[in-house]
Each structure stands twice: as C-alpha cells, then as structure tokens.
Nanobody
Framework: HVQLAESGGGSVQPGGPSTLSCALS?????MAWLRQPPGMEREFVVA????????IYADYVKGRFTISKDRTKNTLFLQMNSLKPEDSAVYYC????????????????????WGQGTQVTVSS
C-alpha cells in the first residue's frame, strides 16, 4: 500500500511557474501526475517508470512541465513553467507499485494509489 501527499500549488499568474511535490510512503515503480480541470474529467499530465526511466508527457504540457524524482526521499516533483489559464486544475499524484506497460501509462485506471489533490489556479 502506498500513501501519497501532495503539496504546493495555489494561485499563479499566467506565464508564471509553480512546483508541486508528492511524498510517497514507499517507493512505487510507476508514478504519474494527472489533473482534473473544473467541470472536466481527469486527464493525464506525465508518467514515469523507474524500471527503464521512461518518462512520457501529455502534448499539452510538453516543453513546459518537467517531472523529477528524489529516490532517497521517495518524493516526486512537477515543475510547471509558462502556465496558462487552461492549466488550472486539481493536480493529483498517482502511483502503482508494479511496473506498468507503456500503453497503460496515460490511463488513470492504471494507478492504484492517489494523493488527495492540490489546486492550481492560473489567473491574472
């Protein structure tokens, strides 16, 4: 069983940066960030797999968002730059203890454990 706790987020001006953190209780082989914009379904942001260091990003964040990890502290980070109003959402950290296949990484159903979510609002 993996427990996850996100921190960071809040209000940010368009074009600004923000960093989210996710502390995991134990190491998980597959980890991801997903988000849920207001009134919309949850959507994929980025996933990472420890087995081969595979990282995949959603096209709408590629080049602006960066995932990083501190394995010694079981902590996952999401550095978000050039934020847009459409990035406003509740951001969730998610994990699976086993290695997931590449085709499953974008699917929210892949992940067994979830954080409580943290709100990011991009507005002037």
């Amino acid at each position: 069983h993996v427990q996850l706790a996100e921190s960071g987020g809040g209000s940010v001006q368009p074009g600004g940066p923000s960093t989210l953190s996710c502390a995991l209780s134990v190491l998980a082989l597959t980890m991801a960030w997903l988000r849920q914009p207001p009134g919309m379904e949850r959507e994929f942001v980025v996933a990472f797999r420890w087995s081969d260091l595979t990282t995949i990003y959603a096209d709408y964040v590629k080049g602006r968002f960066t995932i990083s990890k501190d394995r010694t502290k079981n902590t996952l980070f999401l550095q978000m730059n050039s934020l847009k109003p459409e990035d406003s959402a509740v951001y969730y950290c998610a994990a699976a203890q086993d290695r997931k296949i590449l085709s499953a990484l974008r699917d929210s159903n892949t992940y067994d454990f979830w954080g409580q979510g943290t709100q990011v609002t991009v507005s002037s």
